[in-house]
Structure formats: C-alpha cells, structure tokens
C-alpha cells in the first residue's frame, strides 16, 4: 500500500468531517503538524475537538484554526503561549477539557494500545477529579489504602503529527523534543497522516532509532517547514 501523498490536502482528503475529534502533536511550536493544520483551515471543516497539549500562538499552527473559529473545543493542559485561546475560553465561546500534561499524553498512549481506561493519582481532590469514577487502591506505605481516579482513553477520528525522517512504510524517527507528544498522538487515531522533512527508502532506517513503528501511521507527506521559536531570549550585545 502506497502511503505517501503529494500534499497535505490530497492525504486529507475524505477524511475531514464537522465534529470530529482530532489528536495533534506537538508541543508549543516544537514537532507540530503546521502543513496538515493549513490545509484543515483550508478545508473549512467546522466544529472541531481537538486534543492537543496547547493551541499554538496566534496566527500560527492551531491558532489559525481558533482564529477561523473552527475549532469548537479543546482538550489541553495548557493555553498560557495564545492570547485568543484563552479570550475565547474566558468569552465562553470555547470548550476547553483540561488535562495535566501527563494524563493527556496516557490518555492517547492508552487508546493507541487498545486500553480504554486507567487509574491515576494525579487530579485526585482537584477539579480535575468531579464527575470521575474514584476507587481506592492498597498503593500507600505498608499497603495503606490510597484514591485514584479514572482517566478514559482518546480514541481520536483521526491523528495529524510531524516527523522529522521517516521511510515509504511511516516508521519514523523525531528529532529531539520534537519527540513531545508525537508519538502518542499517532498512536491514538482511527487514521493518522504523518507530515516529514525527509522521506528515505524503505528499509534505511536502523530499527533501533525507530520511534514510531509505521503500523500506526497510514498517509505521509514531505514538506518544507518554518520552525518559529516560540520565546526567543537573548543576552544583550557586549
């Protein structure tokens, strides 16, 4: 089966649908999918869910989609990076599901394995936890009793994350801390469309570099990508 498409929007196509719910990799402005998010707000598909660990910045990577108000609500761990992210949820006009960073990464991992719940100690006693089945475990010291609660996993429609390498198959290879939320987020959906920098024959990867196995990734595309950085600190001229 031939995996890999000419554009974003041709490995797009048929795909995309009002209401759906999408898992995006990446992390700030680190390892996004930015070629598969332009050809989304191309798309015009509407009334999103999409989770994601943050929303981009203004104007670039998931913030066009909040700027085209096609996004209807994210499930995140973090808005602080986009000004409209949080005018819109302050507004009410966004849905937002918070998730602390960990939970939300297990939460795409789990459904990529499969697993549509686990237990976990973090939330417990916060917001977090409301609304959330609570079970006691004999996790403490010397066995004493300890409260956990149930996190579901995220099935997602579909997966869009950013590789740095990968062969004609989709095994693939994220540089650095590109390797964030990538691979779960890949894992996590029904269909999942891998943008790279570079595409390389089958079979030239070493397997022990391999982050992500190619079962999970259905479509590739190779583009050219801008890497913005997202907070520029610098120390004065001498």
Not at 35 to 44: K, P, T
Not at 85 to 101: C, I, T, V
Not at 177 to 200: D, L, S
Request: with cysteine.
């Amino acid at each position: 089966m031939n995996k890999v498409y000419g554009s974003a929007a041709e490995a797009l196509d048929g795909l995309l649908s009002d209401g759906m719910l999408i898992a995006a990799g990446g992390f700030g402005l680190c390892g996004i999918p930015e070629l598969l998010i332009d050809a989304i707000v191309e798309s015009g598909v509407k009334d999103l869910t999409v989770a994601s660990n943050n929303a981009g910045v203004d104007g670039f990577g998931l913030g066009k989609l909040l700027d085209t108000r096609q996004i209807k609500k994210m499930m995140s761990s973090y808005v602080g990076e986009n000004a409209e992210f949080m005018r819109q949820y302050l507004a009410g006009e966004l849905e937002l599901e918070f998730n602390p960073q960990g939970t939300l990464a297990e939460r795409m991992r789990a459904a990529g394995h499969g697993i549509p719940g686990f237990y976990t100690k973090t939330g417990v006693g916060t917001v977090i936890a409301e609304g959330k089945e609570h079970k006691e475990f004999p996790t403490g010291p010397d066995g004493g009793m300890e409260t956990y609660i149930m996190e579901e996993g995220i099935f997602a429609d579909l997966s869009i994350v950013k590789a740095w390498k990968a062969d004609e198959t989709g095994n693939a290879v994220f540089r650095k801390t590109a390797r964030n939320f990538n691979p779960p987020a890949a894992m996590c959906g029904k269909v999942c469309i891998m943008e790279v920098e570079e595409i390389v024959p089958t079979g030239s990867l070493d397997p022990d570099h391999i982050h992500l196995p190619g079962i999970y990734v259905h479509r590739l595309i190779q583009g050219e990508h801008e890497k913005r950085i997202e907070q520029r600190t610098t120390r004065p001229a001498a």
